[in-house]
């Protein structure tokens, strides 16, 4: 017996990436399962079906994901969940975020859905972290299209016609996307500031090189995974006058500020993009979930004062190629702790702290407790095993005897009751 693992073309066409790359392929043969990939599904992402069959990889009709144990996307499959086989997993980022009725779809489907973008930040689970390896290039690739739009050089120049000015960049938040956005823009020769609501960021900022910023009023605002705690109103006012005060100075601005699930803050008001000089660039990363920048629209550049705002979605799509690879190697490590290499099949434990932040339903139900779902129910005994419990047999004096000189259950025994009992 092997598990069947289907790698479907994504249907979306804002979507180039793949949710499999040749070595990923190659690792899951490896582990003796049987992978199907949809015929041009690395297409966008530069990755041939010659390149998935020398792999190991069978090329497969679109039809053949009702085979399949295991589908493997990049984004939720929601128009061709009729056709996923009740019972089989889906690994996917699934946006589940004020999404009731798809979740509800896959639930009736019967389907085991995992939210890959809910992998905790832990560091077992840092191979797996979605978020991470996405945001890395998003953050560069935010840089590239921020220096396209500027249509002027980053670095200072020195010629015998003259000097060019290095030109200014400001990150708004230094996470994974910002990191890499500054860590970029350095490379290209800007001259670089940013400022972040966690003191701890101050450190990454300068050991790249670039120049921190943060309000005296403002002592730190960690909160939970990583993220930033919401500001109090006091904390709101004293970031937003220094940003305001250094952003008209400004040639180039990338917005990073982005928590799943939540709507992303204003840091960037009208009146401050309008202060900056014409020509000046701002990059939205955050305009998905509403945008940290005001006027900022998704999928479309416009102009505010004569400055350019790009609210450009799907940003690491951009760059496919490496999207691509990157991705398939957090769904392979993810993957693999639910194999069970030895029975060959899929074993999905509830109780595995992975399994518990990303599962979304299974077994017809929404089980994640952030979206309406509940932990799993304790097995019931049956009947004639709860009857046998509460009426036991009379014992005969030779019966108590014998009773009396057996031996006590071993480790093999007590298994067994703790898996009757539901454990």
Known sequence: MSITIFVPRESGADEPRVAASPDSVKKLTGLGCSVLVERGAGEMSRISDEEYDKAGAKIAAASDIRKADVVLC???PDSRLSQIKKGAAILAIM?????DKELAAMAKAGVSAFAMELMPRITRAQ??????????LAGYQAVIDAAHLYDRALPMMMTAAGTVPAAKAFVMGAGVA??????????LGA?????????????????????????????DASGEGGYARELTAEERKAQSELVASHIAKQDIVITTALIPGRPAPKLVTTAMIESMRPGAVIIDLAVERGGNVEGAKPDEVVTIGGVRVAGYLNMPGKIAASASLLYAKNLLAFLETMIDK????????????????????????????RFGGSAPAKTVP????????????KKTPAAKKAAAGAKKPDAGDATVKSEDKGA
């Open 127 to 136: 191979v797996m972290d979605v978020l991470s390896s996405q945001a890395n």
């Open 342 to 369: 030895e029975a060959g099949k899929l074993s999905i434990d509830r109780d595995d702290e992975l399994v518990k932040a990303t599962l979304l339903t299974h077994d017809g139900a929404i089980v994640h407790d």
């Open 191 to 219: 001259a670089v500031t940013a400022t972040d609501v966690r003191a701890a960021a101050g450190e990454q900022v300068q050991s790249l090189g670039a120049k921190f910023i943060m309000t005296d009023a403002l002592k």
């Open 382 to 393: 049956s009947a004639k095993k709860a009857s046998a419990r509460k009426t036991p047999a």
């Open 95 to 99: 946006d589940p975020f004020e999404a």
């Open 74 to 76: 990049v984004r939720r």
């Open 178 to 187: 910002g990191l890499q956005a500054i860590a970029t823009a350095r490379r």
